[in-house]
Each structure stands twice: as structure tokens, then as C-alpha cells.
């Protein structure tokens, strides 16, 4: 367990800069290098510290001897990782767990005995909504705070450029049948090259905001103004953000599936075998829960894409697009507690090519895993429908 007092490699933090928000990173340091002359970044900031607004903050899954460290039984806790220097990453950090044992008086040690005190409890408080949420996908975090009684700007809500990489051909490939549709339609001469260009035009425009008049008409297809159409194109971008993770995630969950329903535990117990067997079989429900309720948000989606892409309606992708950021919690929600559980799974395998694992293994990550999939129903736990 590190404290406050430690250095973290300057090679993990030069490893883990995003150039933005991914769903277990939130990389305020390249917020704070891109957007540091923006007014909006230090009026609404995340934090007031100027040392923590620009940190590392990682969903990190809790390895067995960090366990004893923590006040918590979940599976997944929040790091913070603050530079040393934001001019030179190789003077390494300092970091800690939100959840560590003794979290509050070190971070007042961190932040200045001498400090606000309003400041102190604000940074204190967004700390733990921080911790409290299940991934840092950055529409889950627009939801969360952007009409917050301490908002946050836009700005740190950008995709980072890593993903926006990854996603763009993705968007392109989702979006190119209603492209070619709607715009350049008389455009009969438009060659296969062209075509894909224009997609990958498009996908950058929902994308990185980049300007493209060719685009404007999309506006008047909608029939919205202004603030409705920006609306509707952050909705758009968060519903293919989700489409991509959820392609990206489908392989994983898969042979997560496969691999714990097969898995052979030795050394049970005839207690542990029952209890073992019957989290397993709540674990495999709870994910295909999970699976199945992302599953139907997107196909609401396809279904009135499907209407506009091949010249019907307009209203239908309107209609939907202006509700999505009510069910990014849902999404978000659903695919971080899928996230969780399959990328733990992969750590733990690693390099084993054994399909056993021991009892007391199995009874050590197996609750874990159903803690994670099991739905609080709380208010963050709505299903917010497609009315």
C-alpha cells in the first residue's frame, strides 16, 4: 500500500497518461496540459486543489494483499496518483486509495493544515462521489456532475485520444449506410474511397466536435435549434461510445462465461461446495442480466436509426437521441460492473493454463464478482426507459 509520502515510477505515470477520460482512467493531468488557458477549467473545476485537479484517478481492482488496507469488501476501489511536477512526469508521483485506512487525515496532511476549509470539504466530497461511481466512462461522469450543485465543465468530460483513435473507424463502419444517405445523395458519382472518407468525416464530427458546413444540414434534418442539436449530437456520441465498448467487451464476457462455468475448484469442502456452486450460478445469472439489459437500450437504438438511415423519419433519431443521456447511468452502470468482473478474471488467469482454482480462491474472488453484477436499485440504478 502506498501513501502520500511514496513515489509512484515515473514510468507507470508516463504509462498511464490518456489525453483524457477512459473508463478507468481519469487523466486530469492532460486535461490541465490542453485546456490549462481555458477559463471554464479553472472556474469549474473538479477539484479546487490545483494538485489534485491535475491527477491520475484509476479504477483499480483490488489485488489479495491490499485487502487488509482498506475499509472496504468491493472489488474495485479508486487510486489517486498526483505528479510530483506537471512540467516533468519523470519525478514521479505520490499516490493513495480513496478507501485506505486513514485516507482523511492524509489528504488534509496533502492538501495544507492551513487550507479553506469550504475548499477542503468540496475536493473531500468529490473524492468520495468519485470513489462511489463504477467507472470514469466520461458520459457517466457528465451525468453525474455536469447539473451538479458544483458543476463541472464539458471540457473534462472529452473522450481521451486514445479511445477517439480506436472508435473512429468503428463510428465510421456504424454510421456509413445513413451518411451516404442523408448527405451527398445527389451525389451519384461518389466512388467507394469517397464514401468511406465522408463516414470518417462524419465520425469526426460527432466525435472531436471537428467543424464540416457539409454537416450543417444534418441540423435542419432534425428540426432542432441550436442547443438542441449540440444536445442531441453528445447523445449520439455517448450511444456509439457504449455500442464500441460493448463490441469491445463482448469477446471478454464470453470467455469469462465459458471459463467460470467450467472452472474446476479442488480442495472444496462439502460447505464450500455448496456455497461455491450457488455464487457461481448467481454470478453467470447476474452478467447475463447485465448483458441483456444493455442489450435492449441499444436495440431501442438500432430500431429507430434503422427508421432514419433508410429515409423515413427523422424524428425517430431525434426522439432518441435527445433522451440518451437519461439512460447513461443505466449503460454506464451495466457495462462497468461486465468491465469489472472480466478484466479481474484476466488479471487472475494470466499466464495459468490450468482451468482449476483452489477453495480458498473461490472463496476469496467469487463474492467479490457477485457484489460487483448485483443491482443496489438505488437512484443511480434506474433503468431509465425510451419513453
Same mark, same amino acid.
Given at each position: 500500500?502506498?501513501d ?10 508516463k *504509462? ?5 477520460t477512459?473508463?478507468?482512467i481519469?487523466?486530469l ?18 477539484f479546487?486543489?490545483?494538485r489534485l ?11 489479495k ?18 505528479p510530483?511536477?506537471t ?5 514521479g508521483?505520490?499516490s ?29 466530497e468529490?473524492?468520495?462521489?468519485? @470513489? @462511489?461511481?463504477?467507472s ?5 461522469l457528465?451525468?453525474r ?12 468530460f ?15 463502419d ?15 458519382t461518389a ?7 465522408? @463516414?470518417i ?13 457539409r454537416?450543417?444540414q444534418?441540423?435542419? @434534418? ?7 442539436y ?24 464470453? *470467455? ?8 474446476i ?23 447475463r442480466?447485465r448483458? *441483456? ?24 433519431? *431525434?426522439?432518441?437521441?435527445?433522451k ?7 449503460l454506464g ?5 461486465v ?10 488467469c ?35 426507459r425510451?419513453?
Amino acid at each position: 500500500m502506498r501513501d502520500l509520502g511514496k513515489s509512484t515510477a515515473a514510468a507507470n505515470l508516463k *504509462r498511464i497518461v490518456q489525453g483524457g477520460t477512459t473508463f478507468r482512467i481519469l487523466d486530469l493531468y492532460s486535461i490541465h496540459r490542453r485546456y490549462r488557458h481555458k477559463s471554464d477549467h479553472s472556474n469549474l473545476p473538479f477539484f479546487y486543489n490545483r494538485r489534485l485537479n491535475t491527477a491520475f484517478l484509476i479504477k483499480h481492482t483490488v489485488r489479495k494483499h491490499e485487502r487488509p488496507y482498506l475499509v472496504t469488501d468491493n472489488p474495485v476501489v479508486t487510486k489517486v496518483i498526483v505528479p510530483v511536477t506537471t512540467t516533468d512526469l519523470a519525478m514521479g508521483g505520490h499516490s493513495f486509495f480513496v478507501e485506505e485506512r486513514g485516507f482523511e487525515p492524509k489528504l488534509r496532511e496533502f492538501i495544507g493544515q492551513d487550507a479553506n476549509e469550504l475548499a477542503y470539504s468540496h475536493d473531500l466530497e468529490r473524492l468520495r462521489d468519485l @470513489a @462511489a461511481m463504477p467507472s470514469f466512462d466520461p458520459f457517466l461522469l457528465s451525468n453525474r456532475f455536469r447539473d451538479h450543485d458544483s458543476p463541472v465543465a464539458d471540457l473534462y468530460f472529452d473522450i481521451s485520444d486514445k479511445d477517439l483513435e480506436k472508435m473512429e473507424g468503428y463510428v465510421a463502419d456504424q454510421v456509413s449506410d445513413m451518411v451516404n444517405l442523408a448527405f451527398d445523395t445527389m451525389d451519384v458519382t461518389a466512388d467507394e474511397d469517397g464514401s468511406r472518407q465522408r @463516414a470518417i468525416r462524419f465520425a469526426r464530427y460527432i466525435l472531436a466536435g471537428e467543424e464540416d458546413e457539409r454537416f450543417d444540414q444534418l441540423q435542419h @434534418a432534425l428540426d432542432l435549434d441550436e442547443n438542441k442539436y449540440r444536445a442531441a449530437i453528445f447523445g449520439w456520441k455517448g450511444i456509439l461510445y457504449y455500442r464500441w465498448r460493448i463490441a469491445d467487451e463482448k469477446d471478454a464476457l464470453r *470467455r469469462f462465461l465459458i471459463a467460470i462455468n467450467d472452472l474446476i475448484v479442488t480442495g472444496m469442502t462439502q460447505n464450500e461446495r455448496f456455497m461455491i456452486d450457488e455464487i457461481r450460478r448467481d454470478i453467470i445469472g447476474e452478467t447475463r442480466n447485465r448483458w *441483456r439489459s444493455l442489450q435492449t437500450v441499444m436495440a431501442e437504438y438500432e430500431g429507430e436509426y434503422a427508421r432514419f438511415a433508410t429515409g423515413g423519419d427523422p424524428r425517430a433519431i *431525434r426522439h432518441i437521441l435527445l433522451k440518451a443521456p437519461e439512460f447513461f447511468a443505466q449503460l454506464g452502470h451495466d457495462l462497468s460492473a461486465v468491465s469489472h468482473v472480466t478484466s479481474y478474471w484476466d488479471y487472475w488467469c494470466g499466464n495459468r493454463e490450468e482451468e482449476t482454482m483452489p477453495a480458498r480462491d473461490a472463496m476469496d474472488i467469487f463474492p467479490g464478482f457477485l457484489r460487483s453484477l448485483t443491482r443496489n436499485h438505488g437512484p443511480d440504478e434506474d433503468h431509465a426507459r425510451i419513453a
